[in-house]
């Protein structure tokens, strides 16, 4: 039985279950990116995922009458990162914040689905959450599993080259067939390089940047109303300086 997850600045009358156990599937992650970022028409077998493997793992993230699947993932300074399906009889949506048990309040990064806003995360903050050390006993701790969970918040304007080589050798590793994994790749990272927007500043108001996308949630400073102190230590952990 999956352990409950209580999250006390989030949503009420809600029910979270711990759902890394469903990082073990690849058709969670070809789910997970279709349903996010993708086109969820596509066939699951050129992945190399079986079709009704790939059907019942999108029903059970989209099921109303289950509890809401949360995967976590620890970063530097006692942070974490969280994803949450979140399936209302009529909208489903997958959110995605970040939370300090002594922040009081959530984060928030954006959310795919019914009601989208984004993006949450640049390349620098989304591949150093994806590559920090381990500091919890919650959470997923292998870098390509979180790199992927988070990838749906990226949005950045100044994409390294090698962002489609990390990606796809992300998608390999969790066991979606490698060929198919590179031209999944290169059709992820391609839709950022195709865009000039968004761009990421840090300004005089926060040491956390701020994103120039009116549609990101950070487009003011994340977790808006911390103090100085931990403003500054969440910079640092998102960027590495921690």
Known sequence: MALTVHIPEYLEDCELVAG?????????????????VGDPSEDPERYGVDASVYEEM????????????????PFEGGH?????????????????????????????????????????LSWTELTTLAEAAQNSSEG???????????????????????????V????????IRSDAADKLATVLVGEQEADSEPRWTVTTDSPIAVCSSPYSARHIPLAL??????????????????
Do not use: K
Not at 142 to 166: I, K
């Open 225 to 242: 109303g911390i103090t100085p102190r931990q403003a500054q230590a969440l910079a640092d952990a998102l960027n590495g300086g921690g």
């Open 168 to 175: 796809a050798q992300a998608l390999a590793r969790c066991r």
């Open 58 to 73: 999108v029903e059970r993230l989209s099921d109303p009458e289950e509890p809401w699947p949360v995967l976590r993932v």
């Open 80 to 120: 974490t990162a969280y994803t949450v399906y979140t399936n209302f009889d009529d909208a489903n949506n997958v959110d995605f914040f970040v939370r300090h048990h002594e922040w009081g309040r959530l984060g928030y990064l954006g959310q795919c689905g019914a009601d989208e806003a984004g993006p949450g």
């Open 140 to 166: 997923l701790t292998d870098s390509s599993q979180r790199l992927l969970l988070l990838f749906p918040m990226l949005g950045d304007a100044e994409m390294p080259r090698e962002a489609r080589h990390m």
């Open 20 to 36: 890394e156990d469903l990082a073990r599937e690849p058709a969670f992650w070809l789910a997970h990116l279709m349903l996010t």
